[in-house]
């Protein structure tokens, strides 16, 4: 009998649920897509999605992000304007790299979805990858329009945003 070299379709199911079962729990991407709807708006927050999805993930930048929005935290009650497309995917780029949870999973979960007698480790870790991704990019969307929708309650208050961006940080 010849194997497939790729996971199987029921385990690649069972990756992306388990997938769907991290991600969903907010995390430090969440908030800042929150934030970012909250501030700027939906299509701030798809961008700042795109460039999260686009990231490699290292804990470190995570804290000096986290610094920033401490420090910058009042910023967000003045912010009336939407930032340059390029820096809100250079900052969910940041937030991306810098995600705790999705180090652990894919140094913990990912290579136990990776078959011996299937396609190079690479090749198969890669897909996976791209799922994960494709279920993270749905998820902080989601997270990010339902925010851009509350934006204007937030909005009406600047307490409310600088409070939020502390949250945030």
Do not use: C
């Amino acid at each position: 009998r010849q194997t497939s070299p790729m996971p199987s379709t029921s385990s690649l199911l069972a990756f992306a649920a388990l997938a769907f079962a991290i991600i969903i729990i907010p995390g430090p991407s969440v908030m800042f897509v929150v934030t970012r709807a909250l501030t700027y708006g939906r299509r701030a927050a798809l961008l700042t999605v795109l460039g999260n999805a686009a990231g490699f993930y290292m804990q470190a930048l995570l804290v000096a992000v986290g610094i920033g929005a401490l420090l910058e935290r009042s910023v967000l009650a003045d912010a009336t304007e939407i930032q340059p497309h390029r820096s809100l995917l250079i900052d969910g780029f940041v937030v991306g790299i810098a995600n705790p949870k999705t180090v652990v999973f894919f140094a913990a979960v990912l290579p136990q979805y990776v078959r011996a007698d299937g396609a190079p480790a690479g090749v198969q870790m890669a897909v996976l990858g791209l799922v994960f991704m494709a279920v993270a990019l749905a998820s902080d969307s989601v997270w990010g329009l339902a925010a851009g929708t509350a934006r204007t309650w937030f909005a009406r208050s600047p307490r409310r945003l600088e409070q939020l961006g502390g949250a945030g940080g």
